[in-house]
């Protein structure tokens, strides 16, 4: 970009060293021009804030109050890094991406898995604002769903959707998240406002520690009624050798068991099978877990192109930097979208 600068107002009020750099009456190059420390020249015109006001009421031409608004504009492109951001969004390749673009791609997915660090406000604080907005672009084709409601709390999920019960009764007697009131009840809350369907698609945990305990044999104890709750494909097409489920007992060591294991998978089968069961063509169903159910394309995702190839999922992670400039070469091709999040955020409480 280039500007009509007038260095006989710019000299009394731009800082020593800086007006040398600017030819008098000249045009300016922002885009090419590199011997200005543009970062610091706008950390002054900040500090002080008469700058623009004294400019503007130079009497000068047209031409000149048009070139110190568009001068000070330019220079507000560089206020990010010298701000505090709460978050920095990448793409898969992690190059920085505009959460419009993110919208504009999500949009025309299957299923969208939002990997969230369960006590991280921003991502919460976002999970919304994305549901917001693709409900917007979708007209209200929208499904929601989430690890953190299990499956045989549908029907008293349903009947909190439909109006049928109050907010107390509710929350008393679904198996709630400790921090349900702060990062899930305003998930649940605009589907009841939208009337959109809120699917719960976790395993009950009961079923999960029986796993855990006895394996897949346990199981043949319960009854039809109980299986129901639980993915029908499990036993099927368990792999011990996703590489998801590999790390986890690599990382776990002793105290990680191939029952766990078990365990871990029939949570991402459970909740790849009830998203299945409730996807409808033409929709987008935006799906909440852990990042870990999502991340690298596995978890729940490998249960879903394992059994739906065809269908077109994307993913969202979040993941915790010392510092958010640039994405860690770790995270790179973790998700279609990585948000990184400052190590120092605050938590959302869950004991």
């Known amino acids: 970009m280039s500007v009509f600068i007038n260095n006989s107002i710019l000299k009394d009020v731009i800082p020593s060293g800086v007006e040398g750099c600017i030819e008098k009456n000249s ?11 543009w970062k610091n020249l706008y950390r002054y015109l900040c500090e002080h804030s008469n700058y ?6 130079h009497k000068t031409n047209t031409v000149m ?7 000070i504009t330019s ?29 504009d791609q999500l949009k025309n997915a299957d299923i969208v898995f939002f990997g969230e660090l369960h006590d991280n406000p921003i991502a919460h604080w976002l999970q919304i604002e994305l549901t917001k907005d693709l409900y917007k672009e979708k007209s ?10 299990e499956a045989d709390n549908q029907l008293v999920l349903n009947e909190y959707i439909t109006g049928v019960l109050k907010a107390d009764k509710f929350e008393a007697d679904a198996r709630l998240w400790t921090n349900y009131k702060t990062d899930y009840k305003p998930l649940v809350e605009f589907a009841l406002k939208s009337k959109i369907p809120f699917i719960a ?27 129901i709750y639980i993915s029908p494909d499990l036993e099927r097409l368990y ?4 590489t ?41 169903f935006l799906h909440f877990d852990g990042s870990y159910h999502s991340d690298n394309y596995e978890g729940i995702v490998w249960w879903v192109k394992k059994l739906r190839p065809e269908l077109n999922v994307m993913t969202i992670s979040t993941v915790s930097q010392d510092t958010i400039t640039d994405l860690s070469k770790e995270y790179i091709n973790r998700a279609d979208f990585v948000i990184a999040v400052p190590e120092n955020m605050t938590k959302t409480n869950r004991k």
């Open 244 to 284: 998801c489920y590999k790390e986890m007992l690599k990382m776990g060591g002793d105290h990680v068991t191939p029952n766990l294991l078990k365990a871990q998978a029939a949570k991402d089968a459970t909740m790849a099978h009830f998203i299945l069961k409730n996807f409808e063509k033409g929709k987008l």
């Open 75 to 103: 220079l507000a492109g560089f206020a990010f890094k010298s701000d505090k951001p709460a978050y920095s969004l990448f793409d898969k390749n992690g190059k920085e991406a505009k959460y419009s673009k993110m919208v």
């Open 140 to 149: 209200g084709a929208l499904t929601l769903g989430a690890e953190m409601f």
């Open 52 to 57: 623009a006001n004294s400019l503007l009421k």
């Open 201 to 227: 698609t976790n395993i009950p945990r009961r079923y999960a520690a029986l796993i855990n305990e006895k394996g897949f044999e346990g199981l043949k104890k319960l009854t039809p009624e109980a299986l």
């Open 239 to 242: 792999d011990s050798t996703v």
């Open 27 to 37: 045009c300016f190059d922002f885009a090419q021009h590199d011997k200005i420390g």
């Open 65 to 71: 109050k048009l070139s110190v608004v568009i001068l």
